[in-house]
């Protein structure tokens, strides 16, 4: 029996998407945890550099209703190190694979803009690729998401983490993201691959005062029919505004993720899963 994309079934793919031929509702807004296997991501709180602390955090999310786990081994922060494709290998690879063997229904998602990243991860039980470039960096990476039938959160970034904030020149900001998507939904559905997310990608290529410029036009991207996921956890756009730092930026975060979700986010990406949990049961 062919595979059915949601784009094919009687549900609107802005509510749901497949996972492993399962369809999962977005109905309910859900809540992606991050977990960074790396030593210099910019909140100090969310690195694990241990299997055991890797374990100890995602029980403790899942503890609070976490619905994805979000395993990167590649700091994305503003200037961050290119490390070699081996290293983000051996942090993400046997981090996936033990929390597959230790939580078998939890849904993975890799968050990694390297096809072979992807590739490996998907092998030790990944569920998604989740890419900051869109294909950008490492154009084979679609090739990989086509090839496991896997959805794929499409990011909007220019540039590269080095050297992104250095693209922050738009013709018209929501009017330049919105053709981004578009042209890249279209690319990707050719390829077979209908199961898409979309990330605005707040604060990536984008000035403190453009991010807040992309919240209150949120509402607009939906005519792309696509779930939108939006990561605003303890950012600059957040800590900078009120002088403060990532470390004091929970309430900031929460005040965000309530807008989001008002203006249509379907999946909040975040490092504090209990608060983005209760943002969701409130709205509700």
């Not at 690195?47 to 994305?76: A, C």
């Not at 929460?254 to 899963?273: C, E, P, Q, S």
Request: glycine share 6%.
């Amino acid at each position: 029996m062919p595979k059915i994309s949601v784009e094919d079934s009687y549900f609107h793919s802005k509510n749901s998407i497949r996972i492993s031929d399962n369809l999962f509702s977005l109905a309910v807004p859900k809540v992606m945890g991050i977990i960074n296997c790396t030593p210099d991501s910019f909140y100090e709180g969310s690195r694990y550099e241990t299997i055991k602390g890797i374990l100890t955090q995602t029980e403790k999310f899942i503890s609070e209703g976490v619905d994805i786990i979000d395993i990167g081994g590649y700091s994305t922060r503003p200037g961050a190190f290119n490390i070699p494709l081996t290293e983000e290998i051996e942090r993400t690879q046997k981090s996936i694979a033990t929390i597959r063997k230790e939580f078998p229904e939890l849904i993975i998602s890799i968050d990694t803009f390297r096809a072979e990243v992807a590739k490996e991860a998907l092998e030790a039980g990944a569920n998604l690729v989740n890419d900051i470039s869109g294909g950008e960096i490492d154009p084979e990476i679609w090739n990989v998401v086509a090839k496991y039938n896997c959805p794929y959160i499409l990011m909007h970034m220019r540039g590269t983490p080095q050297n992104m904030q250095e693209f922050t020149t738009y013709d018209s900001l929501f009017k330049d993201i919105a053709a981004y998507f578009s042209t890249k939904i279209n690319a990707l559905k050719k390829l077979g691959i209908h199961d898409i997310i979309i990330d605005p990608g707040f604060g990536f290529s984008k000035t403190l005062e453009q991010n807040y410029e992309l919240l209150n036009t949120l509402p607009d991207l939906q005519f792309l029919g696509c779930p939108i996921l939006v990561g605003f956890s303890r950012k600059s756009m957040i800590y900078k505004k009120l002088e403060t730092s990532a470390q004091e930026a929970l309430n900031g975060t929460t005040v965000l993720n309530t807008k989001a979700i008002l203006n249509g986010a379907k999946i909040l990406r975040v490092h504090d899963v209990k608060e983005a949990k209760e943002v969701i049961q409130l709205l509700q």
